[in-house]
Structures are given as structure tokens and as C-alpha cells.
């Protein structure tokens, strides 16, 4: 007889952004020219000076097991970036290291979450928030926004939604999967409605916050309103902003009795953070930052190429993101027509898996992460592509009656 498996694991399903990677691996193992944008990674390779840091360690010896929620210098590191950068003061027992930010987010969600809890979380989300939240035993409570509105959610919308049993709000500015980040007058708006549920506490996930155009300024809500400092967990990595997402580093800072629990969690689960992984993040954050800056002028520059070449597809109507590397069109236009083959676009997810069979490219449908008759389109990847691939969806539309 097979084993059966944990009601736990039965409540979660695999990201469908890294099945739709794993469909477009496939098509292009058989041949298929295929266009990839559903990865949510940066095209570019970890800078010299941090993979140097790595090989150091390891020459140094640097190989052991390390305190279980991070070494006292990388905890020094996330100190000094989040009062650098975001003028935020904490301490080191104030700071968690997680081997990657989704692991920051399931150890503080393992860590306080008891059945019945509420996790609110605005749509559309980052596809891991609602898993993690059901894997460990919550309930996630869905605020849906709207393309009018920029993906972002109201303060009149996020009070309906928060109740006695809400244990956390769930933030992601700038967003994936539509790209939406909060202005500091947006951030100070949605506290206000939090300063009158005391017992809610804030997960604001800034994995993009290093990823922002124009004149755009970030800020988190800690900074954007002090009095909710102490029931925020602020929480980053090195992933996205510095192209290390194999090495698994992320990092948050809030309050001491979470941070305690989620180092519980870690003592009986990963131990620690990869010691090697955690120099590099050393010299990540402490060191040159100017890969920055001229990462975000080339995104800048493929979010204004994607964004101008979707609005001119037949159907399509793409609002410009202030930040990360996607962008999240609505083809609520499009439902109900029909492929050149006679197949009926009934859906968001219909038309990915249609445009990946007539055209070779692959997207992530918006249902995916919890609000259609969307897409994401993810433009970590060369002006070329992306290029190739708008054309491709330009044509595909056009051929829908
Ligand atoms: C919004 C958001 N948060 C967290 C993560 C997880 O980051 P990491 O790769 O460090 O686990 C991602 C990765 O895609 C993300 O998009």
C-alpha cells in the first residue's frame, strides 16, 4: 500500500509559475522555439566582488553550521542596510536569516499561525502567500483589486477584510506578479485603517526593492508609519536585487518574540542558512552597490519596450508598473473569442496555454495568482527576446475573432 501523505502538504499545490517554466523546458527539449517569460528571476549573473566573498569563506574554512538564525555579521549587515535604506532601527535579536525569502515567510508563518488564523492577503499575490499560509494551518482571506485602481488595494477595501481572528497582512511593494509598488501616502493610508486593529501584525514582503524606475521613491510601511513598527515584519533578500537566487539568502527584521519563534522553527528544520551563502551576502550588502543603478536603468528600459509593444495587441491593455520586473495586462477583451484552430478563449489561463502552442511563448496566466482575465509577463530577458516574443503575442491576438 503507498503512503498516504499529510493533510498539510494536501492543502498546497506547486507554484504554477515554475510548472509553466517547467512546460516551456519541455517544448524546447523537443525542439520548439520557444520564448520563456514565466521565470521570476533576473537575467543577470551575481556580481565578481560576491562570488569572490564565497570562495574566500570557503578557503577560509567558513564551512560549518553558523547560529541558526544567521552569523552576528550578516545580522550586522541587514541592521545597517535597513537604517541605511530605510531609515529603520533594529538589533541583531531583532534580525532573521533564512536559507531565501520564501523561507522567511514560512518560518514566520509556522511560527504564529494557529488553525482558524486569518492572513489576509490583496489579489493579484505572489503565488507562495496563500500556500504557505494553508501548509501551516492558516486561513487565507483574499482582497481583490483592479486594474483601475493599479493592482493596489484601497484602505476601504482592506478594512472590510481585516477581522478579529486576522493574525497577519500580508504587503508585496512593488508587486509580483503586476509590478504595483505604494507610494508613501498610499502606505500611510492603509496604516491608518491598521492603527484600529491593534492585534493584526504586517508581513510586508520589499524582495523588489531595489527594483523601482522613474522617479519613484520606495518606502515600507515601518518607515511609512512608526507607530506600526513594532508589529512589522520587514522582510527582504538578496535575490532579486543583487541576481543570487541560488543561493537562497533572505533576511527580516521585526519583533523579538517572532524572530525567537521563527529561529524555533529553523533549529528543527534547516539548522541554518548555508554558511558560504551568507559571506556572499556579507559583501552583497556591505559592499559596492552600483550594480544596482545600472540593473534598474536595463529593466527600466524593457519595462517601457514591453509596455508600449503590449497596448498595440489587439485586445490587451497593460498599465505601467512603477517597479519589479513584471508586468500584468488584462485581456478581459479577449474572453470568448476564438483561435485560428476553433479554440475558445474561455479564460486567462486558455489563452496562455494557446499562445504557448501557436506561438511559442510562455507567460503565467493571472488566475494563477488570484486575479483574471490577466497575465504576468516576466522581462528579466534580453531586449531581443522580449521584442520577439511582444510580436508574437501582437500576432497571436490579432488572429483571435
Ligand atoms: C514577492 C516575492 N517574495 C519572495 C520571493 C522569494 O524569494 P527567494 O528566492 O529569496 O526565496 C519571491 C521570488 O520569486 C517573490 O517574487
Known amino acids: 500500500m503507498s503512503i498516504e501523505l499529510s493533510t498539510a502538504l494536501k492543502r498546497v499545490k506547486p507554484p504554477a509559475t515554475a ?47 553558523t547560529d ?51 492572513v ?115 522582510m527582504n533578500g538578496v535575490s532579486k536585487a543583487y541576481a543570487m537566487t541560488g543561493w537562497r539568502i533572505g533576511y527580516a527584521a521585526g519583533p523579538e518574540k517572532v524572530i525567537k519563534a521563527m529561529a524555533g522553527v529553523m533549529g528543527q528544520t534547516t539548522s541554518c542558512a548555508s554558511s558560504i551563502a551568507q559571506w556572499a551576502a556579507v559583501e552583497a550588502l556591505n559592499g559596492p552597490q552600483d550594480f544596482i543603478p545600472k540593473n534598474k536603468l536595463v529593466f527600466q528600459g524593457r519595462r517601457d519596450l514591453v509596455v508600449s509593444m503590449l497596448n498595440q495587441a489587439k485586445g490587451i491593455s497593460c498599465p505601467t508598473p512603477e517597479g519589479a520586473f513584471y508586468v500584468y495586462p488584462s485581456i478581459a477583451a479577449l474572453i470568448g473569442k476564438t483561435t485560428p484552430n476553433g479554440n475558445k478563449i474561455v479564460n486567462d489561463e486558455a489563452f496562455a496555454s494557446e499562445l504557448l502552442e501557436a506561438e511559442g511563448v510562455a507567460i503565467v496566466h493571472g488566475e494563477a495568482f488570484g486575479l483574471g482575465p490577466c497575465f504576468r509577463v516576466s522581462y528579466a530577458a534580453s531586449n531581443a527576446e522580449l521584442e520577439d516574443a511582444c510580436a508574437r503575442i501582437q500576432r497571436f491576438c490579432g488572429s483571435l475573432r
Open 120 to 234: 489576509v492577503i490583496p489579489s493579484p499575490y505572489w503565488v507562495s502567500y496563500p500556500d504557505i499560509a494553508l501548509f501551516c494551518g492558516g486561513t487565507p482571506v483574499f482582497v481583490p483589486t483592479t486594474l483601475e485602481c493599479n493592482f493596489k488595494v484601497r484602505p476601504q477595501e482592506l478594512a472590510k477584510a481585516l477581522t478579529p481572528k486576522t493574525k497577519w497582512l500580508i504587503l508585496n511593494s512593488p508587486s509580483n506578479p503586476s509590478g504595483a509598488a505604494y507610494t508613501e501616502t498610499e502606505l500611510k493610508a492603509l496604516a491608518e485603517v491598521l492603527l484600529g486593529f491593534p492585534n493584526v501584525h504586517i508581513l510586508t514582503d520589499d524582495m523588489y526593492e531595489h527594483l523601482t524606475y522613474g522617479d519613484f521613491k520606495f518606502t515600507t510601511i515601518a518607515q511609512a508609519e512608526p507607530k506600526l513598527y513594532a508589529r512589522t515584519l520587514t
Open 19 to 65: 510548472e509553466m517554466s517547467r512546460k516551456a523546458r519541455a517544448l524546447k527539449a523537443e525542439g520548439r522555439d520557444v520564448i520563456a517569460l514565466a521565470a521570476g528571476e533576473p537575467d543577470f549573473d551575481t556580481p565578481d566582488n560576491i562570488k569572490e566573498a564565497a570562495a574566500r569563506a570557503m578557503r577560509e574554512g567558513k564551512t560549518k553550521y
Open 68 to 118: 541558526v538564525d544567521g552569523i552576528p555579521e550578516l545580522k550586522d549587515a541587514v541592521v545597517a542596510k535597513f537604517k541605511r535604506e530605510n531609515g529603520l532601527d533594529y538589533t541583531r535579536s531583532q534580525v532573521n536569516v533564512s536559507p531565501g525569502g520564501k523561507t522567511v515567510i514560512f518560518n514566520a508563518l509556522m511560527a504564529t499561525l494557529d488553525r482558524g488564523d486569518e
